[in-house]
T-cell receptor
C-alpha cells in the first residue's frame, strides 16, 4: 500500500524535546521529508533525509531513520511556542510523487 | 522574492461554475505539482509536470485540467465545480522529479 502513518497529536512543555514519529511502507523510497504547516499557511520544508543515511542533524532538528523498521522520527530540541504547528512526514515515489502522513499537531504549552 | 506563488488565495464560488487557479515559480525549477488538502488536512497529489509535460495524473476527475504554458507556470482549471471540490489546493515545484519540493501558500476553494 501507500500508507504513511503518524500519530495525530503531541503536547509538550516549552523547553522540552518533542519527538514526532512516522512509519512508511515503501522501502524503495529514496528520500523522506518533514514539512511544517502553520495555521492558514503553506507547507514549509523543514528537512529531509536520504534513505542510505540513518541520522541527520540540522540545528535544533534531528531526523532518525530506521530503514529496517521503516520508521522515521523528527526530534525538536528546546521546543518553543513558535514550533506549534502540524508536522507532516512524506515519502518520495516515482515521478516525484510525495505520499504524506496525516500530520501530527504539535502543541507547545508555556 | 524567490518563491512559489498562487492566485487567488481564497476563492468562493457556486456549484456548476468553472474556475482557474494560477501558480508561478521563479526558482528555475523543471517540475511542478498540484496537491489537494481536504478538511482533515490530508494531502494528496493530483498532477505533476516536468518540463511542461504531464508525468503524474493521480486518478483525478477530468473536470480538472492542468495547463503548463511554460516551465514556470502550472495552472489548474476546474469545470462544473462540485461541493466536494472544496479544499485547499497547493502548488509545489522542485528542481527535477527527484529533488525536494517547495510549496506555495495555498488556495482555499469553497464551493457553495
Amino acid at each position: 500500500g501507500e500508507d504513511v502513518e503518524q500519530s495525530l497529536f503531541l503536547s509538550v512543555r516549552e523547553g522540552d524535546s518533542s519527538v514526532i514519529n512516522c512509519t512508511y511502507t515503501d522501502s524503495s523510497s529514496t528520500y523522506l521529508y518533514w514539512y511544517k504547516q502553520e495555521p492558514g499557511a503553506g507547507l514549509q520544508l523543514l528537512t529531509y533525509i536520504f534513505s542510505n543515511m540513518d541520522m541527520k542533524q540540522d540545528q535544533r532538528l534531528t531526523v532518525l531513520l530506521n530503514k529496517k523498521d521503516k520508521h522515521l522520527s523528527l526530534r525538536i530540541a528546546d521546543t518553543q511556542t513558535g514550533d506549534s504547528a502540524i508536522y507532516f512526514c512524506a515519502e518520495s515515489k516515482l515521478g516525484g510523487k510525495l505520499i504524506f502522513g496525516q500530520g501530527t499537531e504539535l502543541s507547545v504549552k508555556p | 522574492d524567490t518563491a512559489v506563488s498562487q492566485t487567488p488565495k481564497y476563492l468562493v464560488t457556486q456549484m456548476g461554475n468553472d474556475k482557474s487557479i494560477k501558480c508561478e515559480q521563479n526558482l528555475g525549477h523543471d517540475t511542478m505539482y498540484w496537491y489537494k488538502q481536504d478538511s482533515k488536512k490530508f494531502l494528496k497529489i493530483m498532477f505533476s509536470y516536468n518540463n511542461k509535460e504531464l508525468i503524474i495524473n493521480e486518478t483525478v476527475p477530468n473536470r480538472f485540467s492542468p495547463k503548463s504554458p511554460d516551465k514556470a507556470h502550472l495552472n489548474l482549471h476546474i469545470n462544473s465545480l462540485e461541493l466536494g471540490d472544496s479544499a485547499v489546493y497547493f502548488c509545489a515545484s522542485s528542481q527535477d522529479i527527484r529533488s525536494e519540493q517547495y510549496f506555495g501558500p495555498g488556495t482555499r476553494l469553497t464551493v457553495t
